[in-house]
């Protein structure tokens, strides 16, 4: 029966702390800090108080009998958490009565899809009541238009008694336990930049002097490239029967295992990304299997472990001829691999290394 606004303006001073102004039938105002931020620590957690001067949620559901101007503010401390589709907060608030401290414990849920919409679930015991309230949010960069149902819980139960209830109980003149609806509207300003200036100040530089230094970012991102290049030829090479010339190939690894440490690096790159293309990892694998080393023990057991069978296969054969004592643990995992090429060439490559050891 009630159709109330509040407007809020909110603006962030730090990447930790922002305050807010609210407006309705008079003005309240609030501060937020971030004292944690998921990622660093396992969850958000903040602390913050708002209404204070004028109580803006108290307006909206309609306790414009009570002198709101005595109402005071309320602190508050919050947590979060998003999981990978799924984000949840808690928060538990206080406000100052005549008998004390009145808390309020708040939970939320809200879907976390990579979609421009999210469906999100509120709740609070407050009054008596465990109070619920239900939405959806669409977002229209830089814009965020929501709406839902508030108190859900007296939409669909009136005492004891389940149905579909849109009328508000006798003689209850508040929106506490009242069913109602809700528009909200968000609108993200950028932040303010300083202007560019028209004009860029002359700055005589001294005449630049060529750096080896400095070009050896550019020597490494053209040798990658190179390598890059060269791999692929070994793919296409592999997967043709008509180009398939071992000898060729053979000088083809040798050229790329001659840039050294650089090389090996950009080898294991390929061979680890699970986008590059499979024949392309092998291929990888395949060259650092002419010289292995001892830091080859962990790249090896991480692809020991790929979905992909043949590269599996080669990681057992080269992991035959590496000299180190934890390259036998992984071949024995092989060994009971579901693929049973795989479990032949490891059972193979242990055999190798029972022959060559002293």
Known sequence: MRHPFALELETSVTDR???EASLSDGIGVGLK??????????IDLGVGFDELLFPVESHLFGRDSQDMAWIPGRAWV???QIWEFLRARGALSMRPTGDGLDFVPHFALETAFKLPFSVGWESSWEDDTWRQSIGI???LKPIVVSFGLSEFQSWILRGKSFGWYDTPPRGKLDGIDNPGWWVSVKWDLPPMREPVPAVAPVVNCPTPVLDANSLQPVV???QQRLLRADVSELAVRAGSESETDPVAMSVLRRRILAGGASAHQALWRI????KVDPEERRQSLVTLGETPVDSDLSGLQAVSEDPWAPLRLEAAMVLGRLDVPGADKVLQELVRDPDE????????ARELRANVSP
Not at 341 to 348: D, H, I, L, P, Q
């Open 341 to 348: 090429s795989v479990r032949v060439a490891a059972r193979t």
């Open 33 to 42: 800090v971030g004292l944690l931020s998921e990622g660093p620590s396992p």
């Open 78 to 80: 919050g947590v979060g």
């Open 137 to 139: 949010s669409a977002t």
């Open 271 to 274: 061979a680890l990304d699970p």
């Open 17 to 19: 702390l922002a305050v």
């Open 220 to 222: 490494d991102l053209l």
